[in-house]
C-alpha cells in the first residue's frame, strides 16, 4: 500500500530564512508526486508535482522539490521565505497503478516570524 | 474560468441525521474524489467516481455514500451522521490521466453535535 510521511509537524522559521520540508513515500511502482498548500480556511492549491524527467521540480511561488528515488524523498524547499508562506503543505503520491488516487502525508503547518 | 464548488460551506446537525454536501466542478473532468480532513491525518479519501454511474469506496467510506448521475456533480451523503464525522470535507476532481493535478473546492465544515 502506499503512504507518505511527514516527519515535521511544525516549523517555525524567520521571514528570508531558507526552508526545506521533507516528505518520504512508499509507492510500489513509478510514482507521482505532489506538493500542495492550504492557507487558513481554504482548500488545497497545487505548488508542483513530478511525474517523470528532471527530479528537480520548480513550482509556483519560488518553491522548488527534488525527487530522490534512492532515498523515497521528496523534499520542498524555498530560498526566502515570506510572511504569506504561511501555510500548511502537505506531500501526496499517486499514479497510474493507483488509478490516479492519492495518499497524502499529514502535514506540515509553517509559521512564519517576522 | 472552469471551477470546483461545495455547498453548504459549513453546517451543523444533529446524530442520526442524514445529511448531503454537494460539489460541482464546471472542468468537466471525469474523476471526482471526496476526502475528509482531519487533524494529524492530513486527507483520507472516503469515495471517487471516474465517471457517470461510477463510484469506489475509499479508505475510509464507512457511514458515506454518493452518486453519479451527471459529469459535473458528486454528492455525499452521510446516512446517519455521527460525531466521529464531524470533520473537513473536501472535494476534488481531475482528468483521467495518472499524472494530473487534482483541484480541490473550498471545503465543508461539518459539525455533528
Known amino acids: 500500500a502506499q503512504s507518505v510521511t511527514q516527519p515535521d509537524i511544525h516549523i517555525t522559521v524567520s521571514e528570508g530564512a531558507s526552508l526545506e520540508l521533507r516528505c518520504n513515500y512508499s509507492y510500489g511502482a513509478t510514482p507521482y508526486l505532489f506538493w500542495y498548500v492550504q492557507s487558513p480556511g481554504q482548500g488545497l492549491q497545487l505548488l508542483l508535482k513530478?511525474?517523470?524527467?528532471?527530479?528537480l521540480v520548480q513550482g509556483i511561488k519560488g518553491f522548488e522539490a527534488e525527487f530522490k528515488r534512492s532515498q523515497s524523498s521528496f523534499n520542498l524547499r524555498k530560498p526566502s521565505v515570506h510572511w504569506s508562506d504561511a501555510a500548511e503543505y502537505f506531500c501526496a503520491v499517486g499514479g497510474k497503478a493507483a488509478g490516479n488516487k492519492l495518499t497524502f502525508g499529514g502535514g506540515t503547518r509553517v509559521l512564519v516570524k517576522p | 474560468d472552469a471551477e470546483i464548488t461545495q455547498s453548504p460551506r459549513h453546517k451543523i446537525t444533529e446524530t442520526g441525521r442524514q445529511v448531503t454536501l454537494a460539489c460541482h466542478q464546471t472542468w468537466n473532468h471525469n474523476n471526482m474524489f471526496w476526502y475528509r480532513q482531519d487533524l494529524g491525518h492530513g486527507l483520507r479519501l472516503i469515495h471517487y467516481?471516474?465517471?457517470?454511474?461510477?463510484?469506489n469506496k475509499g479508505e475510509v467510506s464507512d457511514g458515506y455514500s454518493v452518486s453519479r448521475s451527471n459529469t459535473e456533480d458528486l454528492p455525499l451523503t452521510l446516512e446517519s451522521a455521527a460525531s466521529s464525522q464531524t470533520s473537513v470535507y473536501f472535494c476534488?476532481?481531475?482528468?483521467?490521466?495518472?499524472?494530473?493535478?487534482?483541484?480541490f473546492g473550498p471545503g465543508t465544515r461539518l459539525t455533528v453535535l
Open positions: 513530478y511525474f517523470s524527467g528532471d527530479t
Open positions: 467516481s471516474y465517471g457517470v454511474q461510477d463510484t
Open positions: 476534488a476532481s481531475s482528468e483521467s490521466s495518472g499524472a494530473d493535478t487534482q483541484y
